[in-house]
């Protein structure tokens, strides 16, 4: 998307916060007057020219924020990516760096309206179960110490970066999979701090509370955390069996439900973390493991990867802002697994695949991916358009674009409905280059009154509850 389509894509999407990892000037003008409010980023390899020149940082503040601000609402600036784990060598340069980017603030009369801050990766917590045992690595102390003294003074939020997948996968067999998703437990499953009797009923919370501890521990409470990256990878290769669609969906979608409810920690209920999920888009050309490609919400293509639902607020982001989203085949799929999934969807998924027969509304275009489209939507509606009922082993995937073409009117289109079909599941070859194998239907007339009530069901109202939350970009 350019920066504009971008921007659009927010503002459709009631996307109200976001986190940059660099300071994009065609994504910062484009942002103007949306209200949407940005954090910027110092990008790693700039650390080294800011450190070391109070005049590069006051240039970077004139260059980044001045020239934008506040027709665009910067509200932080995020200095580096967790310096302290990825570049160390870059360590001694972070706090040099942060003090310059502060005086160019105080120079331009910002400091108040701007915090910064650098985000850090949650290993710079040792011992963090019990979160009352939790401490700093003692090696980056001599960083640490002085930024939370910056922090502190400056009124500023200590960055995180918290991963409940990876405390998972790291320690299978001590934290449990429901823990790690903030399902119901049982006052049996939840897990107690020893020392402060403290009831932990997920993994983020206790995390967010080690790093509180920790704080603590070198005499720091006046400090608050924010999340600044957080989410569950939707895909994943084979030693990555979790990375799924439903669980992503189930992390992300009780994520924001527990911060909606405002109850903050078991240490400091008074206090709730802001949390930025990571991340909008998947990255398809990022490195293996599969699932570093795989922690978006949407497709490049601005198609979501899942819908996330949040009780009491229908569907969230607003990518079903029409009730309607649709189950179609991806582009670049061979035919031969295409085939497979749609004689199964035809088959044992029962889809109504009767649109799809010869001389029917959806037979043309005669091909294997027109066809499993159909079917794919037919049992994704079916499903209730549930999380993970659009997938089919990797080759659908979710569309807020009606699908419809001329006659072929999609089962989850706004549209008038094809007729109903009964089904009989026999499977029978179509004719045509290229065509594909379709289970064959017995049509069945339905009566006029059934007509007058499909009719009137579909006018329909909605009221659909928009809650804004954060979002990362890349």
Avoid at 84 to 97: D, G, H, K, Q
Avoid at 100 to 128: E, R
Avoid at 234 to 245: F, L, Q, R, V
Wanted: charged fraction near 15%; include cysteine.
């Amino acid at each position: 998307m350019s920066a504009t389509e971008l921007v659009s894509f927010l503002q459709f999407q009631k996307i109200t916060h976001i986190k940059l990892y660099d300071a994009d000037p065609d994504i910062l003008k484009a942002l103007a007057k949306t209200k949407i409010r940005v954090i910027i980023s110092v990008p790693n390899n700039q650390l080294l020219a800011i450190g070391s020149s109070n005049t590069t940082a006051a240039s970077w503040i004139g260059k980044n924020v001045v020239a934008y601000y506040p027709q665009t609402v910067i509200t932080a600036i995020a200095v580096g990516d967790e310096v302290l784990t990825t570049v160390p060598s870059s360590a001694p340069l972070l706090m040099p760096a942060i003090e310059s980017l502060y005086s160019a603030l105080v120079a331009a009369n910002l400091h108040n309206q701007i915090k910064i801050s650098t985000p850090h990766s949650a290993s710079i917590i040792l011992d963090p179960f019990p979160p009352s045992q939790s401490f700093f690595n003692q090696s980056w102390i001599s960083v640490i110490q002085p930024l939370l003294q910056f922090l502190s003074k400056t009124g500023s939020p200590l960055m995180m970066n918290f991963y409940p997948y990876y405390v998972f996968m790291q320690n299978k067999g001590v934290v449990p999979l429901d823990n790690s998703l903030f399902k119901p437990l049982k006052p049996s499953q939840e897990m107690v701090d020893p020392n402060t009797l403290l009831h932990y009923t997920n993994v983020l919370d206790a995390m967010v509370d080690a790093a509180y501890f920790s704080m603590r521990s070198m005499n720091f409470t006046d400090v608050v955390v924010l999340v600044t990256e957080s989410g569950w990878p939707s895909k994943g290769d084979s030693k990555e069996p979790y990375a799924t669609i439903d669980n992503a969906d189930t992390y992300n979608s009780n994520l924001i439900k527990h911060v909606l409810d405002r109850s903050g920690t078991p240490l400091h209920p008074e206090i709730t973390s802001s949390v930025y999920l990571y991340e909008l888009f998947n990255e398809d050309l990022r490195s293996p493991p599969v699932s570093e490609a795989n922690w978006g919400l949407f497709h490049a293509n601005s198609t979501p990867v899942y819908l996330l639902h949040v009780s009491g607020s229908g569907t969230f982001l607003a990518n079903d802002t029409t009730n309607r989203t649709y189950c179609i085949v991806m582009d670049g799929v061979d035919s031969k697994t295409l085939q497979a999934a749609l004689d199964w969807a035809c088959g044992p998924g029962r889809a109504n695949c009767s649109e799809i027969q010869p001389g029917e509304n959806c037979f043309q275009p005669n091909n294997v991916k027109n066809h499993a489209s159909y079917a794919f939507d037919s049992y994704y509606q079916k499903q209730g358009r549930a999380a993970g009922s659009c997938d089919f082993k990797g080759v659908a995937m979710i569309t807020t674009t009606d699908p419809s073409h001329g006659s072929c009117i999609f089962p989850g289109s706004k549209k008038i409905t094809n007729e109903a079909r009964t089904v009989v599941n026999t499977t029978s070859p179509s004719n045509g280059a290229g065509g594909s194998r379709l289970t064959s239907f017995y049509s069945s007339r339905i009566s006029a009154v059934d007509k007058a009530l499909k009719t009137f069901l579909t006018i329909i109202f909605s009221i659909l509850l928009y809650i804004p939350f954060m979002m990362i970009l890349r």
